[in-house]
């Protein structure tokens, strides 16, 4: 059974930065494209970010391109979503499960970490 953990959230104020970071156990992890999600009050949960098995290869939303970064180490099974120039529209619940280039995420979610961003 997948295992995601996230953590990093926080508020933040217009401009600001963070940086997410989830755990993933259960699975074989260099065998899974990851993703971000983000699911905002009152909004569908979208996908924000995507990365590749090998790290190279990774996909935005139009939303954050420019803005956020997504990244994995395969060695300690965990991926990271380095947020820059936020806006208030970024807040939201923020999840990583399986996604992108069309995977479904897993049945499985984590807690998620709550990002605010307001002055």
């Known amino acids: 059974q997948v295992q995601l953990v996230e953590s990093g959230g926080g508020l933040v104020q217009p401009g600001g930065s963070l940086r997410l970071s989830c755990v993933v156990s259960g699975v074989f992890f260099n065998n899974v494209i990851m993703s971000w999600y983000r699911q905002g009050p009152g909004n569908e949960r979208e996908l924000v970010a995507s990365?590749?098995?090998?790290?190279?290869?990774?996909n935005y939303a139009d939303s954050v391109k420019g803005r956020f970064t997504i990244s994995r180490d395969n060695a300690k099974n965990m991926v990271w979503l380095q947020m820059s120039s936020l806006k208030p529209d970024d807040t939201a619940r923020y999840y990583c499960n399986r996604g992108g280039w069309g995977f479904a995420p897993f049945d499985d979610w984590g807690q998620g970490t709550q990002v605010t961003v307001s002055s």
């Open positions: 990365i590749g098995k090998r790290g190279i290869l990774t």
